[in-house]
Nanobody, 124 residues
Framework: QVQLVESGGGWVQPGGSLRLSCAASGSTLADYTVGWFRQGSRNEREAVACISRLEGSTWYADSVSERFVIGRDKAKNLVYLQMSGLKPDDTARYYC?????????????????WGQGAQVTVSS
């Protein structure tokens, strides 16, 4: 079992940056694939980025691939999502997730454990 807590959300103007963190208790995140998903006004939860334990490979949605970076801080047992060049379309609640497996496709149905989410609002 694992408990996930997201932090770092907030309001930012277009073009700004935010860094989300996903802290875990009960398990070591570095041993598993971890993903970031978001749910915006359309109420569909979409994959944003995933990082695998296997060679640390990463995957990004096309809409964020040039602007977001997913990474690990192993010392703090967390996974972060560094977001830059934020746009109003990035406004959503962002969720951290893991399935406690070393590799999982970056698909919502493949993850069992979810945090409560962190709200990100991009507006002027």
């Amino acid at each position: 079992q694992v408990q996930l807590v997201e932090s770092g959300g907030g309001w930012v103007q277009p073009g700004g940056s935010l860094r989300l963190s996903c802290a875990a208790s009960g398990s070591t995140l570095a041993d598993y694939t971890v993903g970031w998903f978001r749910q915006g006004s359309r109420n569909e939860r979409e994959a944003v980025a995933c990082i695998s334990r296997l060679e640390g490979s990463t995957w990004y949605a096309d809409s964020v691939s040039e602007r977001f970076v997913i990474g690990r801080d192993k010392a703090k047992n967390l996974v972060y999502l560094q977001m830059s060049g934020l746009k109003p379309d990035d406004t959503a609640r962002y969720y951290c997730t893991t399935d406690l497996r070393d590799w999982v496709p970056c698909r919502e149905k493949d993850f069992r454990f979810w945090g409560q989410g962190a709200q990100v609002t991009v507006s002027s």
